[in-house]
């Protein structure tokens, strides 16, 4: 009888297991988004804010953030942040926003001439948008793309740059946008935030992966430097020998990158200001 009821126990105890072990799992089988103009390639960073130190900078004094429950939150009525990344001419940029009436923006400045700026926008409920302002701050909408959303939760933004060619991605939907500049250089990743019905802003696991195209060699992908935030193996040089040996390379001549409100560079490599 106590065996009986030693099998009926443990088979009702795995019942119970069972689903919330199998949701765990495919949480961590989650694939990505599908891109839709270009394909991964190594990730050059990610943040998933479980740190309390912000690695972003703010781009207006009023703007304020603070890392909450592993998010960023704000709850200024318009919000931007930036991150300097190793330079790249391919660039996916992907974010969560957990407020579902917050507008997004992802800011190119020069993306398309000199002295225009490019925004390409997430409306929750409305749509996407590439808009376009030049020097007297004109506005120009150059492509919308409707949403039927009825967006109550966190959404997921994927921005895509590759061979001149940008894309927004949200809700299932993309727009995309030819620049004209086949050369852009990527150093600068700029975000704007604006609270629309809801009380705050809040972003989290934020991921920035090289950008390749889509008929490119399938790659391993691997994590860079940055991404990893590895400490040193037992194999790694000491100091002092990093040190010499740092010094009997050539420096590197190129100007560092100024802290402009853009995500690339202009043909000649210089930052755009």
């Known amino acids: ?75 200024d009525a318009w919000a931007n942040i930036a991150r300097d990344i190793p330079s790249t001419s391919g660039l996916i940029l992907q974010f969560t926003v957990d407020s579902s009436d917050s507008v997004t923006e992802v800011h190119l400045l020069n993306g398309t001439k000199p002295s ?26 150059l492509l919308v793309t409707p949403l039927v959303s009825k967006a109550d939760a966190s959404y997921t933004v994927l921005f895509e740059s590759i061979e001149g060619k940008v894309c927004l991605s949200a809700f299932g939907k993309s727009v995309v946008h030819d620049t004209g500049v086949k050369d852009l250089i990527y150093s600068l990743i700029q975000l704007n935030f604006r609270k629309d019905k809801g009380s705050f802003i809040a972003i989290d696991d934020v991921k920035v992966w090289e950008a390749l195209p889509k008929d490119a060699p399938g790659v391993k ?53």
């Open 221 to 273: 992908e691997e994590k860079t430097a940055e991404a990893k935030d590895e400490k040193p193996s037992a194999d790694a040089p000491k100091p002092d020998e990093a040190k010499s040996a740092d010094a009997e390379k050539p420096k590197d001549e190129r100007p560092p990158v100024q802290p402009a409100n853009a995500l690339g560079k202009d043909a000649d490599g210089k930052p755009i200001v």
């Open 1 to 75: 009888m106590r065996r009986r009821i030693c099998c009926v126990w443990l088979c009702i105890t795995f019942a119970l297991i069972t689903p919330y072990d199998a949701q765990a799992q495919s949480k961590k089988k989650a694939k990505e988004p599908e891109l839709a103009i270009s394909k991964r390639g190594n990730l050059i960073f990610e943040d998933d804010f479980s740190e309390k130190e912000l690695k972003w900078r703010l781009l207006q004094e009023t703007c304020s953030w603070k890392i909450t429950k592993g998010k960023l939150v704000s709850t």
């Open 116 to 141: 225009q700026r490019l925004y390409l926008s997430v409306y929750p409920k409305s749509c996407l948008k590439v808009t376009r302002l030049d020097e007297s701050r004109n506005k120009e909408h």
